[in-house]
């Protein structure tokens, strides 16, 4: 069955950085475009990143951009988020979703909490 499982959350300090990974299996990770998708406390899920089958073309949610970066290894079956500049508000549970802009499949999530 198709499973996807985010790691890399924790607590850092505002402006620092994290790296968070998704592994998917069940599927055949190389022809979906894949995003990932936040959730902050007591609100709703916001999108934050896409990118592209090959990881030709990337896209962002503008409260992102310049801080944020999505890649992916097809030949690892793996998604990754760098994250850099961490604000508070970025605290959140982030999710790794098969899709672009509607989502067949989501990860648990993982927690990244930006504070001092």
């Known amino acids: 069955q198709v499973q996807l499982l985010e790691s890399g959350g924790g607590l850092v300090q505002p402006g620092g950085s994290l790296r968070l990974s998704c592994a998917a299996s069940?599927?055949?990770?190389?022809?979906?475009?894949m995003s990932w998708v936040r959730q902050a406390p007591g609100k709703g899920p916001e999108w934050v990143l896409a990118?592209?089958?090959?990881?030709?073309?990337?896209y962002y949610a503008d409260f992102v951009k310049g801080r944020f970066t999505i890649s992916r290894d097809n030949a690892k079956n793996t998604l990754y988020l760098q994250m850099n500049s961490l604000k508070p508000e970025d605290t959140a549970l982030y999710y790794c979703?098969?899709?672009?802009?509607?989502?067949?499949?989501w990860g648990q999530g993982t927690l990244v909490t930006v504070s001092s």
């Open positions: 990118i592209s089958t090959d990881g030709g073309s990337t």
């Open positions: 069940g599927f055949t990770f190389s022809s979906y475009s």
């Open positions: 979703a098969r899709g672009r802009r509607t989502f067949d499949a």
